[in-house]
């Protein structure tokens, strides 16, 4: 019971530490003054619709009977995706001219430490994650996480 109590705990601090990240992510991004070409959105929702097309298919359905079940088109789909996706280039922009700009980069250490990590998460060994996953993907992921923390510890505690 006190294990569930703990992990109750935890899943809350995390969220709300997710929630304060997001927040302070969306200040920047609404201060962030860029054109963004229009292809880099399209991009990102066609992304984003083969990702659900593929969730589809993993539970058996597969994209064009979704959206007969739903009475829409695909663009109509598509267009559901547009916003969002809109606003993952923008945060991707923002935090990539961090990383430039704060010269932010991953070194090995941390690179290993997070293959560790991933190996304890899918019970796997070290040299599988290595395999499947790219070590410029890793270390992609390791300089937008370190950029996020750049803007939580450089924002104005009220």
């Not at 390791?142 to 939580?152: E, P, S």
């Amino acid at each position: 019971k006190e294990d569930l109590k703990k992990q109750i705990a935890e899943r809350k601090e995390a969220n709300a530490k997710t929630d304060f990240e997001n927040q302070l992510i969306e200040q920047v991004v609404e201060n962030m003054e860029v054109e963004i070409p229009e292809c880099m959105n399209t991009q990102k929702c066609d992304e984003m619709v083969q990702d659900y097309s593929y969730r589809l298919q993993m539970q058996g359905l597969d994209l064009n009977t979704y959206l007969q079940y739903l009475g829409q088109t695909q663009e109509q789909f598509k267009e559901q995706f547009m916003e969002g996706a809109k606003q993952q280039v923008k945060v991707k922009l923002a935090l990539d001219a961090i990383v430039k700009a704060e010269n932010i980069e991953a070194t090995e250490e941390e690179i290993d430490a997070e293959v560790a990590k991933l190996a304890e998460q899918y019970n796997m060994e070290a040299d599988k994650i290595k395999a499947a996953v790219p070590a410029e993907q890793l270390s992609a992921d390791i300089v937008t996480r370190k950029a996020v923390d750049f803007v939580v510890d450089n924002s104005v505690k009220e």
